[in-house]
C-alpha cells in the first residue's frame, strides 16, 4: 500500500486549506485511515481518523475546525482545515490502517502565518 499526501503549503492565520491523501495497492475492505501531524520539536499526534463506512474521531484541538472524509471509489482521504491557526503549523501525515498494519504517506507541510 502507497500514500501519497498532497495540499500542503502557507496560510494565513484563519484561513482554510485542503489536504488529500491517494491511497493505491490492494486495499482491505475493513480499513481505516487518519490524518496525524508533527509539529517542530513535538511528537506525531492524531489528528482525525475515519473508517470505511464513515465513522470519524478528532483530536480536541481540532474539533470543530478540521473535517476528515473519504472517498472509497477514488481511495482517497481529505482533511478539511478551516480557522487554522498558527499551533497547527505541522507536517501532515495520512495513514492507512489495514488486518493490524499501519501504512504512512511521506507527509505535508502545512504552514499558518500569523
Known amino acids: 500500500v502507497q500514500l501519497q499526501a498532497s495540499g500542503g503549503g502557507l496560510v494565513q492565520a484563519g484561513g482554510s486549506r485542503r489536504l488529500s491523501c491517494a491511497v493505491s495497492?490492494?486495499?482491505?475492505?475493513?480499513?481505516?485511515q487518519g490524518w496525524y501531524r508533527q509539529a517542530p520539536g513535538k511528537q506525531r499526534e492524531l489528528v482525525a481518523t475515519?473508517?470505511?463506512?464513515?465513522?470519524?474521531n478528532y483530536a480536541d484541538s481540532v474539533k470543530g475546525r478540521f473535517t476528515i472524509s473519504r472517498d472509497n471509489v477514488k481511495n482517497t482521504v481529505y482533511l478539511q482545515m478551516s480557522s487554522l491557526m498558527p499551533e497547527d503549523t505541522a507536517v501532515y501525515y495520512c495513514k492507512h490502517s489495514q488486518r493490524g498494519i499501519d501504512f504512512w504517506g511521506k507527509g505535508t507541510l502545512v504552514t499558518v502565518s500569523s
Open positions: 495497492g490492494y486495499i482491505f475492505s475493513i480499513n481505516v
Open positions: 475515519i473508517t470505511r463506512s464513515g465513522s470519524t
